[in-house]
């Protein structure tokens, strides 16, 4: 069983910048993030998968996320810049021996963290 340790998110005001970091207990192929906001379902941010470090991103937050991984930390950075307020949400660390092209997230073996509230004020 894969652990997953979140830590960063807090509370910003819209335009700044937030970086969220998700440690796993060893090497996985696939890492990335979900969010869900209130009374919304859950969507999919950005993913990082291989070796290469292959990353996809929601539309939503093309060109303002960065998802990159450092291998031998065994971690993942998301740095969030020029946030808006429809980024809040509870951010979920992911993980995965996979990676689903068809839904642009992890797959096989659904590892999650336990969550970082992210809340941009206008």
């Known amino acids: 069983q894969v652990q997953l340790v979140e830590s960063g998110g807090g509370s910003v005001q819209a335009g700044g910048s937030l970086r969220l970091s998700c440690q796993a207990s060893?090497?996985?192929?696939?890492m990335g993030w979900f969010r869900q906001a209130p009374g919304k379902q859950r969507e999919g941010v950005a993913f990082i998968y291989s070796a290469a470090g292959n990353t996809a991103y929601a539309d939503s937050v093309k060109g303002r996320f960065t998802l990159s991984r450092d291998i031998s930390k065994k971690t993942a950075y998301l740095q969030m810049n020029s946030l808006k307020p429809e980024d809040t949400a509870i951010y979920y660390c992911a993980a995965g021996r996979g990676m689903s092209m068809s839904s642009g997230t992890c797959a096989g073996g659904d590892y999650r963290g336990q969550g970082t509230q992210v809340t941009v004020s206008s």
């Open positions: 060893e090497y996985i192929y696939c």
